[in-house]
């Protein structure tokens, strides 16, 4: 079956990188895009970035633009998201969850984040 | 930067209707996306491109989007319906979350 699964817990010092990953399987995994979204406890959902299906590559939202590194490895069926400069209020749970996006010149067309991992829980903390 | 606003809360009695509301500037010149999250789970899509329903979700939820407010309506709410729903938009290339509204089902 379509499953995300996503790399365990961590726990981080402020100033520290993290690494999540998010393997894919049951479907072919260049023909969606990739998104990450965290969640921080008690808050809404916010979107950090993706990855184009395509030619791999990426948009930031402008809040993480300087710490977010998003990549993938397409021989593993594997997404990969790294935030750096670590800070508590990174406190989250992040999620990747893929979409199909279509492209007509400038024009993109969404069609919904329709399959999500289970979450990978990131705590920072001195 | 673009905002997405709903309300805290809705309330509804099972087999009731319960309606949800997202507004944002010129909010139905864009597409509509809603999800559900239940405690300690992952969100699921129940409605995406204003009004259209994924495989797999029930045909009591439904969507609509004009001028400046989108609407996730739930027909004949159940217990199970019970959770926090988030819209999302696109502006400037930047997918949008709206706050979230807890459905309580009582």
């Known amino acids: 079956q379509v499953q995300l699964v996503q790399s365990g817990a961590e726990v981080k010092k402020p100033g520290a990188s993290v690494k999540v990953s998010c393997k894919a399987s049951?479907?072919?995994?260049?023909?969606?895009?990739m998104h990450w979204v965290r969640q921080a406890p008690g808050q809404r959902l916010e979107w950090m970035g993706w990855?184009?299906?395509?030619?791999?590559?990426?948009k930031s939202s402008q809040k993480f633009q300087d710490r977010v590194t998003i990549t993938r490895d397409t021989s593993a069926s594997t997404a990969y998201m790294e935030l750096s400069s670590l800070r508590s209020e990174d406190t989250a749970v992040y999620y990747c969850?893929?979409?199909?996006?279509?492209?007509?010149?400038?024009?993109?067309?969404?069609?919904?984040?329709?399959?999500w991992g289970q979450g990978t829980t990131v705590t920072v903390s001195s | 930067s673009y905002e997405l606003t709903q309300p805290p809360s809705v309330s509804v009695s099972p087999g009731q209707t319960a309606s949800i509301t997202c507004s944002g500037d010129k909010l139905g010149d864009k597409n509509a996306f809603w999800y559900q999250q239940k405690p300690g789970q992952s969100p699921v899509l129940v409605i995406f491109?204003?009004?259209k329903r994924p495989s797999g979700i029930p045909e009591r939820f439904s969507g609509s989007n004009s001028d400046n407010t989108a609407a996730l309506t739930i027909s004949g709410t159940q217990a199970l319906d019970e959770a926090d729903y988030y819209c999302?938009?696109?502006?400037?290339?930047?997918?949008?979350f709206g706050g979230g509204t807890r459905l309580t089902v009582l």
């Open positions: 049951g479907y072919t995994f260049t023909s969606y895009a």
């Open positions: 491109q204003d009004n």
């Open positions: 969850a893929r979409e199909t996006i279509s492209a007509a010149g400038v024009y993109y067309y969404y069609y919904g984040m329709d399959v």
């Open positions: 990855i184009n299906r395509g030619n791999g590559n990426t």
């Open positions: 999302q938009a696109w502006d400037s290339s930047t997918a949008i």
